[in-house]
T-cell receptor, first 114, second 116 residues
Framework: AQSVTQLGSHVSVSEGALVLLRCNYS??????LFWYVQYPNQGLQLLLK??????LVKGINGFEAEFKKSETSFHLTKPSAHMSDAAEYFC????????????FGIGTKLQVIP | DTGVSQDPRHKITKRGQNVTFRCDPI?????LYWYRQTLGQGPEFLTY????????KSRLLSDRFSAERPKGSFSTLEIQRTEQGDSAMYLCASSLASGTGGHEQYFGPGTRLTVT
């Protein structure tokens, strides 16, 4: 079984401030981890993914995330928030081998204050 | 480049009516997924196809729901005798099965269903 917990359903940051969106996962096997972004009335767009190898992964739009096995975490960060980052962000987990069912968290809505 | 497309984007229907949604995946992708997303929630898995075979269905997928993927290309999701609780965004995604890699799924824009 696998699950994802996103801490904070709403996060507000000032433009130019650090963005930190928290994600903790539970998986009985080595996980694959993803962050997706969703803009209003649109589908989900992949920001970044971790499969194996380097634990710090860089994605699009200046986002990055670090896989920490000891903390079962995969937090998403961006050094400087931009107004266009306002959206909903979903953390997701799957695993290698066979069919990789993806389980999503409930999402974190990011508000960027000018 | 054509991503995943879904039709229609919006559907309003009266309770008890049947509705059908279509999803066209990225052309070389052999896996296709349907999800349902309600307000304030992440996408919830409904069903999954590899080529034309439907390999897994969620318990969320009641008998009123049926999905097909003839010829392993586009897919349809039909909801019979719609209920107000069916109101949601229905998302389609596709991916390419491979021996390695993250199996990331590429999502369409969704079909928003409103049952009145």
């Amino acid at each position: 079984a696998q699950s994802v917990t996103q801490l904070g359903s709403h996060v507000s940051v000032s433009e130019g401030a650090l963005v930190l969106l928290r994600c903790n996962y539970s998986s009985s096997v080595p996980p694959y981890l993803f962050w997706y972004v969703q803009y209003p009335n649109q589908g989900l767009q992949l920001l970044l993914k971790y499969t194996t190898g380097a634990t710090l992964v860089k994605g699009i739009n200046g986002f990055e995330a670090e896989f920490k096995k000891s903390e079962t975490s995969f937090h998403l960060t961006k050094p400087s928030a931009h107004m266009s980052d306002a959206a909903e962000y979903f953390c997701a987990v799957s695993h290698s081998g066979g069919y990789q069912k993806v389980t999503f968290g409930i999402g974190t809505k990011l508000q960027v204050i000018p | 480049d054509t991503g995943v497309s879904q039709d229609p984007r919006h559907k309003i229907t009266k309770r008890g009516q049947n509705v059908t949604f279509r999803c066209d995946p990225i052309s070389e992708h052999n896996r296709l997924y349907w999800y349902r997303q309600t307000l304030g929630q992440g996408p919830e898995f409904l069903t999954y196809f590899q080529n034309e075979a439907q390999l897994e269905k969620s318990r969320l997928l009641s008998d009123r729901f049926s999905a097909e993927r003839p010829k392993g290309s586009f897919s349809t999701l039909e909801i019979q005798r719609t209920e107000q609780g069916d109101s949601a965004m229905y998302l389609c995604a596709s991916s390419l099965a491979s021996g390695t890699g993250g199996h990331e799924q590429y999502f369409g824009p969704g079909t928003r269903l409103t049952v009145t």
